[in-house]
């Protein structure tokens, strides 16, 4: 069974930092694409970031650019987000989800919220 | 970047009733690649539709796909009870994906 459990979240003020984690099991993890989606409080889905199976090719929204990494271990079927300078609008539920590469995102994990507030 | 502008906000329906919702990109998305994803409250998205028109696994059929180049289409043909959720499109045509802003199925 594919299961993606996130990790990480909580409260931060404003300028600070957070790094969240997301767990997989149950699938090949070193052969799929992973991304992180965000979802501020009542408001719709926002994707954030993409990562490739090995690494090589990562892509950010405007909204994170410069501010948040993305990366991976495959050794231990992980991936992050290192999240730097976080601002008020950076609150939200951050969910991981896999695809194929090219490919919709077929399964997510639960998310994890967080929150910038002083 | 393409934008995804999905009609109407709300769509108020009874049970038993067809939804259509829709979703315009602001560009032509690259071999239909456009899914819908269903959210209920607390909970993940989940697939429905992949590649504008396919069933994604342990999909019901009353849920179908349309549409090419900018114009999609979900269509649930009978509601029932556990359809009435948030929906959303998305495009992963580009590198930057994207999702539309949603539709709510609200019971009437």
């Known amino acids: 069974e594919v299961q993606l459990v996130e990790s990480g979240g909580g409260l931060v003020k404003p300028g600070g930092s957070l790094r969240l984690s997301c767990a997989a099991s149950g699938f090949t993890f070193s052969s799929y694409s992973m991304n992180w989606v965000r979802q501020a409080p009542g408001k719709g889905l926002e994707w954030v970031s993409s990562i490739s199976s090995s690494s090589s090719y990562i892509y950010y929204a405007d909204s994170v650019k410069g501010r948040f990494t993305i990366s991976r271990d495959n050794a231990k079927n992980s991936l992050y987000l290192q999240m730097n300078s976080l601002r008020a609008e950076d609150t939200a539920v951050y969910y991981c989800?896999?695809?194929?590469?090219?490919?919709?995102?077929?399964?997510w994990g639960q998310g994890t919220l967080v929150t910038v507030s002083s | 970047e393409i934008v995804l502008t999905q009609s109407p906000g709300t769509l108020s329906l009874s049970p038993g009733e067809r939804a259509t919702l829709s979703c315009r990109a602001s560009?032509?998305?690259?071999?239909?690649?456009l899914a819908w994803y269903q959210q209920k409250p607390g909970q993940a998205p989940r697939l429905l539709i992949y590649g504008a028109s396919s069933r994604a696994t342990g999909i019901p059929d009353r849920f179908s796909g349309s549409g090419s180049g900018t114009d999609f289409t979900l269509t649930i043909s009978r509601l029932e009870p556990e359809d009435f959720a948030v929906y959303y499109c998305q495009q992963y045509g580009s590198s930057v994906r994207t999702f539309g802003q949603g539709t709510k199925v609200e019971i009437k």
């Open positions: 560009q032509s998305v690259s071999s239909s690649y």
């Open positions: 989800a896999r695809d194929g590469g090219w490919s919709p995102f077929d399964y």
